[in-house]
């Protein structure tokens, strides 16, 4: 992005930042991860104690050293990778703010060339067997919650894709579901019984099936994943629970305290995920991927356990929905033989 001129001279260029972040689209997500790091470092500028300085100052007045710092003092504390993520947000704040000339320059640019630490893009996480997971979830008593971390710990499936599960994707063949609530799975699902239909298509911001979405799918393909016995019977306990619906789409999961009947959101899915992972001492505030479980901790505790139960990483990354056409092509076409055996012989009983 080119250089521009702004007359703008904010009191609070953080929050300037953020709001812009805003105007920009960027997630609830992002922004909050984003405001936490930046003023963590601005209360270590302030703080004449700490900083290099020995007087107070803000992130407009920070040069090199005081962003070295600022970096420095967070080893030890934290993760390499870790470090190398805060740095590069105060980076992308630094450049963001000179582009737009509310600064002068970026103080953080010779600071990442000399930084030893990187972000770790494929990090090692916490190793759960499968009888810890198992306890874990015999903890979770609300339907809502459990039917929730059931569905991402026995498909893999992406938060947001999860969110995005509307009533027409899930095909089940009990009659006392389909006769109870109505359930017009979508023409693909009629001779895939027992399965999931997850979408290529919904992005967040865009209307998909009437509804604007508030999460993107990342499927390179759409996928059909099969529904065990254990999903099923939560499923149906769900179901047995859900509220009225006000959305056309007719979404799977809604909440049932907090904007009933809306879409459920991946903030509150995190958000129910964190509690439980509390409780158990899986999650810590401040942690890492390596150390923290989340819904992205399902899919790679779902990727490491049915690749190494099947033997079959074709089937695994068909499932995952993040591979080729060439090979995501063979297993639509053989997928009652292939996938549904596969996957029912070798998925994990978790209840």
């Not at 799977?252 to 409780?279: C, K, M, S």
């Amino acid at each position: 992005m080119s250089a521009t001129t702004t007359t703008d001279d904010p009191e609070d260029p953080i929050g300037y930042f953020l709001q812009d972040m805003l105007f920009h689209g960027k997630s609830e997500r992002t922004r909050a991860a984003y405001q936490r790091v930046l003023r963590q470092y601005e209360t270590f500028l302030s703080d004449s104690a700490v900083n290099p300085r020995g007087t107070s100052i803000g992130p407009g007045k920070a040069t090199h050293r005081d962003c070295m710092a600022w970096i420095h003092s967070l080893r030890g504390t934290i993760g390499d990778s870790t470090i190398a993520s805060y740095a590069a947000y105060l980076h992308r704040f630094y450049a963001y703010m000179n582009q737009v000339g509310v600064f002068e320059g970026n103080p953080m640019a010779l600071v990442m060339e000399e930084m030893d630490e990187t972000i770790d893009k494929d990090p090692e996480r916490r190793e759960i067997t499968i009888p810890q997971m198992r306890m874990f979830v015999s903890q979770i008593a609300h339907p809502l919650d459990r039917v929730l971390v059931i569905t991402l710990l026995k498909t893999g499936m992406r938060v947001g894709e999860l969110c995005n599960l509307d009533l027409r994707d899930l095909s089940l063949t009990d009659p006392e579901i389909v006769d109870a609530y109505e359930i017009s799975p979508r023409a693909l699902l009629e001779s895939r019984p027992n399965s999931l239909y997850v979408a290529a298509e919904p992005q967040r911001g865009e209307v998909y099936h009437g509804e604007e979405r508030t999460a993107s799918n990342k499927r390179k393909r759409d996928t059909v994943i099969p529904i065990d016995e254990e999903l099923q019977y939560e499923l149906k306990r769900w179901l047995a629970i859900r509220p009225d619906i006000h959305s056309p789409a007719k979404p799977l999961f809604v909440p049932t305290g907090h904007d009933w009947g809306d879409r459920i959101t991946p903030p509150a899915v995190r958000t129910i995920v964190e509690r439980y992972a509390r409780e158990q001492g899986w999650y810590h505030t401040g942690g890492d991927a390596s150390e923290n479980v989340t819904p992205h901790y399902f899919r790679h505790f779902f990727t490491t356990h049915l690749r190494d139960r099947t033997g079959d990483r074709g089937i695994v990354k068909y499932l995952r929905g993040d591979v080729a056409d060439d090979i995501i092509d063979t297993y639509t076409h053989n997928w009652g033989d292939q996938v549904r055996e596969t996957y029912v012989e070798s998925i994990y009983s978790i209840c």
